[in-house]
C-alpha cells in the first residue's frame, strides 16, 4: 500500500505568480488529484481489511469451538471438495491449499512425505455428529489440547481457619490439599476401503460419506469408553472408578458414590408408604446444591421404561415428557440422556447415573485428524487409514453420583 502525502495546495499558494484566476484553478487541478489518491488509498486500505477477515473467518473454520458455531456451510462445500479430490484421486494439493496459512499453526502432526494428511478442518464436523450419537460429549466438559496429556490441579481439601482475640497467638491452620490431574490422550483408528469403481463415480458425495462412516464408528467406540472404558489405551469410564455409600465428607477423593435401590436385584416394590422412586429421591439429594443445578440423568432404554412408570403416593408419574420440539424429558425435574452403554437394571449394577457432568467428567481431544490413503495395499481396494486421538476421565467425583442395584 502507497503512503503519499499530498501538499499540492501549498505548493500552488507558494508558487503562484498572484492571478487569482491562476491560483483557483490550480488550486481545483491539486484538489481533485488529492481526492482521486486518497480514494485510492481508502480503496487499497478496504481489500487489505476485506483480506485479514477471510484470514480470520478460515482460522475459526479450523479451530472453532461448540461456541463459535462450527464451519459455514462456504467453507463445508471447499473442504468437501478438496476431501473429495484426495479421496477420489489421491490429489492432496487442494486441501493443503486450504490449510496454507490459515490452518499452519494447527497441522503440527503434518508429514507430507509419510504419505498422512492432518485435516483440522474435519474436527468441526466430526464433532457435531458425536454430539449427535454420543450423550456424554453433550454433558461432559470438553477441552482441545496441542499436546499428549491434559493436566490440571484440583483442590480437593478444605482449608483451615480459626477464630481469634485481638492479642491471641496465631496458630497454624490446615492446609489445603491438592491434586494434579492428568489426563493423557489415547489413539482410536478405522480404516474403511472404497472400490476403485466406486471411486470413479464423481456424481457420488464420497467426502460426506467417509466423514459420516468414520464418524459412526468413532462415536460408537469413544461413547462405550466414556462409561465403561478401564483407562488402558482408551478413556477411563465413570463406571470404572471405586464407589461407595458414604457421603463426600467421608468419601476418600477419586471414590463415586451410591445410593442402593433397596432391593437385591432391582427397585423396591411400592407400598402405600413407599415408592420405588425413593432411591431416586434419594440420590438427587446426595449430590450437593451447587451441582444439583446442572444435574442430568444417564440411563439406557430399558431402565428409562423402568423409571417413566414410577409415580409418587399420590398416583403422579415423576417422568415428564419433553413440552418442546428438541428439549429431552425429564425425571423429578432433572432432564434425562439416553445412553446405551449404561447396563441394565440387575442385581450389583449401576444403571442410572446422576450428576453435573460438565463438573465431574472431562473428554480431552486432540487437535486435528490423520487421513492417510493406501491404494496398494488391498487393490482394487484404496483404503483409507483415519486416526484420532482422544482422552476421558473423571476430575471431580464429587459431582457425579450412581444408583447401585441392592441393599
Known amino acids: 500500500m ?222 462405550a469408553a466414556f462409561i465403561n472404558g478401564d483407562g488402558v489405551n482408551k478413556p477411563r469410564g465413570i463406571l470404572q472408578y471405586d464407589t461407595a455409600d458414604t457421603d463426600d465428607d467421608a468419601r476418600a477423593w477419586g471414590t463415586i458414590q451410591t445410593t442402593p435401590t433397596g432391593k437385591a436385584d432391582g427397585f423396591l416394590a411400592p407400598t402405600t408408604s413407599v415408592s420405588p422412586a425413593d432411591a431416586l429421591i434419594d440420590l438427587t439429594y446426595t449430590l450437593k446444591p451447587e451441582y444439583r443445578a446442572g444435574a442430568s440423568w444417564i440411563m439406557n432404554r430399558k431402565t428409562a421404561a423402568i423409571a417413566r412408570k414410577f409415580k409418587d403416593t399420590d398416583g403422579r408419574f415423576l417422568w415428564a415428557d419433553s413440552i418442546a420440539a428438541g428439549e429431552p424429558p425429564r425425571l423429578l425435574g432433572f432432564p434425562v440422556a439416553l445412553d446405551e452403554e449404561m447396563p441394565d437394571v440387575g442385581a450389583g449394577t449401576t444403571p442410572i447415573a446422576f450428576g453435573d457432568f460438565a463438573s465431574g467428567y472431562i473428554i480431552v481431544d486432540r487437535t486435528g485428524l490423520r487421513m492417510l490413503r493406501d491404494p496398494f495395499t488391498d487393490k482394487p481396494n484404496v483404503r483409507f487409514y483415519t486416526t484420532k486421538r482422544v482422552g476421558g476421565a473423571v476430575f471431580n467425583s464429587e459431582a457425579i453420583k450412581l444408583l447401585r442395584v441392592g441393599t
Open 2 to 223: 502507497k503512503h503519499e502525502q499530498f501538499r499540492g495546495i501549498l505548493a500552488v499558494r507558494a508558487n503562484a505568480s498572484g492571478n487569482p484566476a491562476q491560483i483557483l484553478n490550480e488550486m481545483t487541478t491539486a484538489f481533485s488529484e488529492f481526492k482521486q489518491n486518497h480514494h485510492g488509498q481508502v480503496r487499497e486500505l478496504q481489500a487489505g481489511l476485506d483480506e485479514v477477515n477471510q484470514t480470520l473467518a478460515g482460522m475459526r473454520v479450523g479451530g472453532a469451538g461448540p461456541a463459535s458455531g462450527g464451519a459455514s456451510e462456504r467453507d463445508r462445500t471447499e473442504v468437501n471438495s478438496a476431501l473429495r479430490r484426495l479421496i477420489r484421486d489421491g490429489d492432496e494439493a487442494p486441501l493443503a491449499s486450504l490449510q496454507t496459512g490459515i490452518n499452519a499453526g494447527l497441522s503440527t502432526d503434518s508429514a507430507p512425505d509419510g504419505g498422512f494428511t492432518v485435516v483440522p478442518y474435519l474436527s468441526p464436523v466430526m464433532t457435531e455428529r458425536l454430539h449427535a450419537i454420543s450423550p456424554m460429549r453433550q454433558l461432559a466438559r470438553t477441552e482441545v489440547i496441542a499436546t499428549d496429556v491434559f493436566e490440571e490441579i484440583a483442590d480437593t481439601g478444605e482449608g483451615g481457619a480459626e477464630w481469634v482475640a485481638e492479642r491471641e497467638a496465631r496458630g497454624d491452620t490446615v492446609s489445603p490439599t491438592l491434586h494434579k490431574l492428568s489426563v493423557p490422550v489415547h489413539e482410536i483408528s478405522a480404516m474403511p476401503k472404497i472400490t476403485q469403481r466406486l471411486l470413479d463415480d464423481s456424481t457420488f458425495d464420497l467426502a460426506t460419506w467417509l466423514t459420516g462412516h468414520i464418524s459412526q464408528r468413532f462415536a460408537r467406540k469413544e461413547g
